[in-house]
């Protein structure tokens, strides 16, 4: 735009882009569309949040990896296979955020872990009213004693409702494996649960 | 406990993993193993205890918004080095360090009785090559038009959220964001604009100057200084007022914002810049600032992880500037605080003789 001269550039708003199939879409962010990473960041940027929360991150940590994710995206969108939705292609990348982070965090974690392991549990037990608001809590306060291999796993099939064949193909591992780590995770939670939710 | 040996087969079911015939198998198990019933009812709530998880939090449109905000900056801003910046067409060649947060929050995104939550200080610098004197972007649903002319550059903005970033305008040129009530004038600078029932009722400058008008009166603020709507914070103290015929339901007020309102990136940022300063002028030669501000980031941020290498660097640097006692009292000072620190043999002798080893 020019300082001098008229230009109007009436409602500058986003429906056009919100119809864009999300391969056109991810084609645009590899050419360096601005436009397009916003409509791809509103499009899956709440299913990306739940996905964090699911996998057991803070809020502050949960919005860093989304923001880090989207970055991410801006470097892998000339990987993207063309598939309809960007949905699975954008978990794929935050669970390499998450990987990436626990490593740098591995020993804070541990730490943590122990500290937790140490609290009464009516402290780390949420206090929620009736039964089956106490049996979610207790499901949930086991899902957080999985490991992280584990609950990704879990999270990704049971949470996001993917495949086995996706979720293998995004850590890289074999078919056979989600199904072990899915199997393991259950497993986990049944004994967890049969013991109160308490280590 | 006692276990079926058909889990695996139920678990399987619960999966999608068996063919029919499997399926039919199972199926009629079920009808007779009150176990697997119960196995098969846990898979089901894990699965829907898995996903009624869900984060909690602000209005979407508003965390979304802010999150674009968030990467429109990382997008367009060069971060570390030159491999990690990103082109992006004609945002990439937007200039100058002038960025500006429009928040409108409508009755939409937050109910009237809530405090509006703290948006973080938008954009920094924005590259600088460009033919571009703003770009703006609006969130799903904004109501905005702008017009370009003669110098003249005007948003006019009716409902919804837009961030706009501005390059340092020229001599000849303004830029003016009009809202129902009032407008608000750029003169570079970086700062936030909420509106709510078609009333502006905040603006915080994070860094520039800003002028105000609203509801026929007008206001200049500055960095770190914040102007709110008395009918909708009343708990804000008073702070100036520009006296210039405001009307009755609304105050101008003016008043530094407190250190602790900048978010953490903000506060991390501050540290870094702290401590970036002190180390540029070690290597500029100018020891007695470098030893100043270094000691002034080891104290005020005793818990960063820098401010052992600061406190160490506080003693190399007085040393340096020939100033050997206070070089042995600050090496004493590093050794009294991190008694097993990286850098004990070289402060152990600093302390002793307020000098530095020869170098090899």
């Known amino acids: 735009m020019s300082s001098s001269g008229t230009k109007k550039l009436a409602r500058v708003s986003a429906p056009r882009e919100v119809a864009r199939p999300d391969p056109e879409l991810m084609l645009a962010i590899a050419r360096g569309e601005l436009a397009a990473l916003g409509t791809v960041y509103d499009r899956y940027q709440s299913d990306l949040l739940r996905f964090f929360h699911r996998m057991g991150l803070g809020e502050s940590d949960a919005d860093d990896l989304l923001h880090e994710t989207f970055i991410r995206l801006i470097r892998a969108a000339r990987l993207y296979d063309g598939r309809p939705s960007a949905r699975g292609f954008l978990i794929g990348i935050a669970a390499k955020q998450i990987r990436s982070r626990r490593r740098s965090l591995g020993r804070l974690g541990e730490i943590l872990r122990a500290f937790a392991a140490e609290l009464s549990p009516r402290l780390v037990a949420p206090q929620v009213d009736g039964g089956g608001q106490e049996e979610r809590a207790r499901i949930e306060h086991a899902l957080g004693r999985l490991t992280a291999e584990k609950r990704m796993a879990f999270v990704m099939v049971e949470g996001e409702g993917m495949s086995a064949e996706e979720v293998a193909s995004i850590l890289g591992i074999p078919i056979a494996t989600v199904w072990t780590r899915l199997h393991h995770a259950r497993k986990e939670l049944r004994k967890s649960l049969a013991r109160g939710g308490q280590r | ?360």
Not at chain 2, 147 to 172: F, N, P
Not at chain 2, 183 to 204: I, K, N, P, S, W
Not at chain 2, 219 to 248: C, D, F, I, M, Y
Not at chain 2, 335 to 344: A, C, K, M, S, T
């Open chain 2, 1 to 360: 406990m006692k276990r079926c040996s058909m889990e695996l087969l139920v678990e399987a079911r619960h999966d999608g993993r068996l063919g029919e015939r499997d399926l039919a198998q199972i199926e009629r198990h079920l009808g007779t193993c009150p176990d697997c019933v119960t196995f098969a009812g846990e898979l089901e709530r894990f699965r829907s205890t898995v996903q009624e998880i869900m984060p909690p939090g602000e209005p979407v449109a508003l965390g979304r918004m802010r999150g674009r905000l968030r990467l429109l900056r990382a997008a367009t801003v060069s971060e570390d080095t030159p491999s990690r910046r990103i082109r992006f067409g004609a945002v990439a060649a937007v200039v100058g360090t002038v960025a500006i947060a429009m928040v409108i929050v409508t009755s939409l995104f937050v109910r009237n009785d809530r405090e509006a939550p703290h948006v973080r200080p938008l954009m920094g610098e924005v590259r600088a090559d460009s033919a571009f004197t703003a770009f703006v972007e609006g969130a799903d649903g904004s109501r905005f038009s702008r017009t370009d002319e003669d110098g003249l550059h005007q948003v006019e903005l009716s409902e919804g959220i837009v961030a706009i970033a501005v390059r340092h305008l020229r001599e000849h040129e303004r830029f003016v964001v009009h809202t129902p009530d009032g407008e608000v004038e750029v003169r570079g600078t970086r700062f936030l604009v909420e509106v709510r029932d078609a009333h502006m009722t905040r603006v915080e400058v994070e860094e520039g100057v800003v002028e105000v008008r609203v509801a026929g009166a007008e206001l200049t603020l500055r960095a770190h200084q914040k102007w709110t709507a008395v009918a909708v914070a009343p708990r804000e103290p008073a702070a100036t007022s520009t006296g210039r015929g405001e009307p009755s339901s609304f105050k101008l007020q003016a008043r530094a914002l407190p250190r602790h309102a900048h978010p953490p990136t903000t506060e991390r940022s501050l540290r870094a810049s702290d401590f970036q300063d002190g180390m540029r002028r070690l290597e500029t030669g100018d020891f007695g600032d470098a030893a100043g501000k270094l000691h002034k980031f080891a104290e005020e941020h005793a818990t960063d992880p820098r401010a052992e290498d600061a406190l160490f660097l506080v003693a190399m640097s007085l040393a340096r500037a020939g100033r050997a006692e206070e070089a042995e009292a600050a090496a004493r000072r590093y050794l009294e605080r991190y008694p097993n620190g990286y850098r004990h043999l070289e402060a152990t002798r600093l302390a002793r003789t307020g000098k530095l080893a020869p170098s090899p």
